[in-house]
Structure formats: C-alpha cells, structure tokens
C-alpha cells in the first residue's frame, strides 16, 4: 500500500492508496495511471518533452462518450479518472495541475516561464484559458450545442479568434516558445479539430503540435506499459 504524503504548515500527514506499490522514496520516479486513447495521452507526450524517466501503468477508465469501460480499483484518482500521476509521494490529478506541476518540477525542459519571470503570468492565463473558454467552447462545437444558443456562438468565435491572433505572432501560443500550455491546447484541438471552423492557421498549429518528436513518441506510447527510459 503507497502512503501519499501531504504536508500542512510542515507537518506532513499520510494517507494510504489501497492498491498502488510506491517506489522507493530516494527514487522519485513518475507514475502515470493512463488508458489509452484518453486525456491521459496528452501526459505521455508532456513527460516525453520532459525528457525524464518514467513509468506507465495502465488501468481501466468508464468511457462516458461510449458508455464504455469500468473504473479500476487501482487507479488513485478520487474519482476513478485519468489522468492521474504520482511523484515524490505527491498524488497530482487533472491534466491542468499535471502540466503546471510537471513543467515547474524539471525546468531544465523548459515547458514553462520560471517564477519571477515577466512571461509568467501569460503563460499562467493560457494554461487558465484552455480550461475555462477552449475546452467549453470545443464540447458546444461536438455536442451541437452551438445552433441555438447565440452566447455559445459568440464565446465559440472569440476563442478561436484568440487562438488565430496569438498564432499570427509566432509558432505557438507563447510566440515561438513550446510549453505546456500547447501541449494543452493543441492536443485539445487535435482531438476535436472539427469542432471549430476550417482554418489554416488552427491547422498549421495542429499540425506543429504533432510534429514534435516528443509527440510523436508518445502516440507510439500510447498503448505501452512499464518504466519508460530516457532517450
């Protein structure tokens, strides 16, 4: 059983994770608790630009889109989703607190603006905007939710005539810089790509996105189980 330590005002308080063997604490590999073809994909391609050891271990998820699948007794997330990662006896949920935590813990990689950094907080309100107007906008766009609501129609242009402006200053969100936040966001939009309208420039980006090398390796992952070793 892997006890997650917790420290509050430093005391650190323990709470065990039936089911999950912990690695040895001088050791703090990453463990990613990922199912194929899911929002847990996206980490895989983020630990590859990382460019560090880790280790993928595979459990079942409930497909709410299919009506597929069974959540798995051994995966830590609280409520039985991916993606899910442990490092350090840290326990990190969600894909936005993975790719913050992620892109800070190995700066060498260079996936994020450091603290103190001017760019920073930009960097801070992509990672925001992907959560809180991309996603939304991209489910209205699936769903259909978008021919009778005119709010959804405008927020739905306003994103992407955000995405088209910060594209037309460099290869990515952030300029020509690669971070975490694209790995958010053009990973979102190479899921539901037609959820938004035709455009050269969303498709250049796209297509930049799943050109990198680290993306690349991580769709050959994707399937993969195991400790996963540096290149």
């Known amino acids: 059983m892997l006890s997650v330590g917790i420290s509050y005002k430093g005391n650190r308080r323990t709470i065990p ?27 895989v391609w983020l630990l590859e630009e990382l460019n560090v050891p880790y280790e ?6 409930f497909r709410p889109m ?3 699948g069974l959540p798995d007794p051994a995966n830590p997330h609280p ?6 990662i442990l490092h350090d006896d840290a326990l990190i949920t969600e894909s936005v607190a993975i790719a913050l935590y992620l892109a800070d813990a190995f700066p060498a990689a260079g996936l994020a603006p450091a603290l103190g950094d ?8 992509w990672i925001a905007w992907y959560a809180t107007e991309l996603e939304q906008a991209l489910f209205a766009g699936l769903s259909g939710a978008l021919a009778d609501s005119p709010q959804k129609q405008r927020d739905h242009g306003a994103v992407v005539e955000r995405l088209r402006s910060a594209l037309a200053q460099g290869l990515y969100v952030m300029g020509d810089v690669f971070t975490s936040a694209d790995v958010l966001i053009g990973s979102a939009l190479a899921f539901g790509r037609h959820a938004f ?4 420039v969303l498709d250049a980006y796209v297509e930049r996105c799943r050109s990198r090398p680290a993306a690349i390796r991580g769709v ?5 189980s195991g400790l996963q070793a540096v290149t």
């Open 17 to 43: 994770i039936a089911g999950v063997r912990a690695h040895p604490r001088r050791c703090p590999i990453i463990t990613l608790f990922h199912a194929p073809q899911s929002r847990s994909s996206r980490i």
């Open 79 to 84: 409520d039985k989703r991916v993606p899910a």
């Open 220 to 224: 050959a992952l994707d399937e993969k």
């Open 197 to 200: 309208p035709a455009d050269e």
């Open 118 to 125: 001017r760019r920073r907080g930009e960097y801070l309100t």
């Open 66 to 68: 299919t009506a597929e």
């Open 56 to 61: 993928i271990q595979p459990v079942s998820i």
